[in-house]
């Protein structure tokens, strides 16, 4: 747990020769451009959504012609289904057009659709151009904007294609956060949440007892950010490439995933927090089911997640998804299936998460229809 109330706060990210630090408060924004020039680039390349751009591109670009930097601006259409082949390849041919230099910078501003996006294109952009994330969600604050990991969909399953690609720099303006639609804000906190549920108890008593305040803005709100991106810099810092602890970010992702897929990145059913939501509830209550942790435990985190008006059963996603083996299916492609072997996250409590490669495929099935009724 953070000590108590920080309006501004300052997260390393320990990796090396390529650390980097996450700025967390508010006017961040009117700031990028003294913090980018400071990085010595010339131009920026700002990729970001029609909905922030309407929002908070003036800001951004105010603040990089302030301070005498290049600017061109690519905008794309909000949602996940900018996450494909057709539209990275418009960013990429824009930040080409626009000469974006190896020395200079992409800035992603918008939330983590735009921050995996820009992400992947400045990766392979001259075969990698430096990036600083600019999340203005929720959920691109405390989760997509650390760690490095970028990319985009395939029709055959989440965040297929991508490379790991480290911010040179995130800056989280608080502020932004004022203009984000509440259903965009609640699916953001169920990433908040699973840094509780995946190793700090405390936090989760904390987020049961003081969810109000994080969802009414000031000090809770700060200090959750803050919390769970320290828990984020901590495990990316001691595993970058997810060969052991970094799954744990993953809890609820695996049913999440193949929920999303399932609904094909329809956003109107299901953004990507919710299929968490979902999939974190589920990987509690199949950890209940295997005796390996108390249908108490699995009830708390239901009961905190409805609390705050996520869904946490796949019977709750508007239209319905397909049967128990389409979303095994959508499963067998998870990057963490090892020589064919599904990988689960699962829990023997709350903050007690660990990663199993001991299911079946018939154990997950029968779970799965369990759960589709
Ligand atoms: N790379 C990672 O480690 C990582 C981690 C978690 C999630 N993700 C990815 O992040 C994506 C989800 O991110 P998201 O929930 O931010 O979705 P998103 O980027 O689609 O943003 C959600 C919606 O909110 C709008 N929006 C964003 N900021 C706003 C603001 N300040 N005011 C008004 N509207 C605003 C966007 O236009 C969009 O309509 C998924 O693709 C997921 O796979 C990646
Ligand atoms: O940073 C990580 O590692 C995570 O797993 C964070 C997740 O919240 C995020 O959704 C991530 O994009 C999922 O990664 P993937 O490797 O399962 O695509
Ligand atoms: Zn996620």
Redesign the pocket.
Known sequence: MTPDVAQDERVRVDLSDRSYDILIGGGLLAEAGARIAALGAHTVGVVTDENVANLHLQTALGSLNAAGLKAETIVVPAGETSKSWEVLGRVVDGLIAARVERGDVVLALGG?VIG?LAGFAAAIVRRGVRIVQAPTSL?AQV??S????T?VNSPRG???I?AFHQPSLVLADAGALDTLPAREFRAGYA?VV?YGLIDDPAFFGWLEANHAGVFAGGPERTRAIATSCRA?AA??ARDEH?HGD??L??L???F??ALEAEVAYDGERLV?GEG?AIGMAMAFRFSASLGLCSLADAARVTAHLAAVGLPVSPRKIPGGVGGAEALLAHMRQ???VERGRLTFILARGIGKSFVSRDISEDQALAFLESELG
Request: hydrophobic share 25%; aromatic share 0%.
């Open positions: 983590g995996d959920l989760d997509s650390v760690g490095g990991k990319g989440k965040n297929l991508g990433e699973k984020k495990v990316v997810e970094r799954a970010l993953n609820g992702h695996t999440g995933h990507h968490v998870d990057k963490k």
